[in-house]
């Protein structure tokens, strides 16, 4: 086994410690959160914050984003594996949030139960099983970009390529805020936006809205694009072998 292996199992394991540790860390702020906002368990509706918590919220939320992309940045030595290894701990960082609110809250009670995902830059919500497939990607994509550059092969991802992964993350994202979205838009809050944590009327909507149902075929056209960037990727990365 060589030197380079070495590296990158040694980075790998460690990583995986990184990302179960910070799993933990958000995973019991959330706990502290629910016992404040939903002592009698988390349900939709949502309750509003009020602004000063929820811009704290907000700065959390970017702070972890940071955390993520700076160990990805300490890992990796060139472009391609400091992308991946922010891949793989993203993915392992929120398995294993839901993993440890299920040990700590006995929550969700299924994959399908619907959480509130992110607040940036307005609510994400959607089933727990969503955002679960989304970081086994993650950790797949990571995994073929690290086996590919361990083994000696020319890493290199085209326009095209990125097109078509992004093309796919957008997809996924917007079935994860189409319900606010909808929200906002239909209930002509848009031209009050930044200042929708005041506005009493969409407070109000917001207090009652219950989502109810999830768009699962955009995710999965989401999830194919992903895919068909990940197989073309494979295939045209192993015909640049350098022996």
Known sequence: MNTST???KTKVFFL??????????EAAVVVYLRQIYY???????????????????????????????SIGIIAGRYFYDRFAYFLFCFGIWDIFYYVWLKILLN???????????????????GPVLSPFICSVTMIFIAGCILFFQQKGFNIKIRLFDWALLFSGA?????TFIWDYSQM?????????????GTDTEFQRKFSSFI???YKWFFFII???????????FCKRTRSTFKG
């Open 6 to 8: 070495n590296k990158i």
């Open 16 to 25: 995986i410690i990184f990302g179960i540790a910070m799993g933990f860390l």
């Open 39 to 69: 002592p009698e368990g988390f349900a939709f509706p949502l309750k509003a914050m009020a602004l000063g918590e929820l811009s704290i919220e907000y700065l959390r939320e970017i702070s972890t984003i940071v955390m993520l992309f």
């Open 107 to 125: 929550w969700p009670s299924s994959l399908l139960t619907w959480d509130i995902l992110f607040l940036i830059p307005i609510v994400w919500v």
């Open 170 to 174: 957008f997809v996924i994202f917007l």
């Open 184 to 196: 906002i838009i239909k209930g002509g809050f848009i031209i009050k936006f930044f200042a929708l």
């Open 211 to 213: 989502p109810s149902s």
């Open 222 to 232: 989401g999830e194919i694009l992903i895919i068909c960037f990940l197989i073309l």
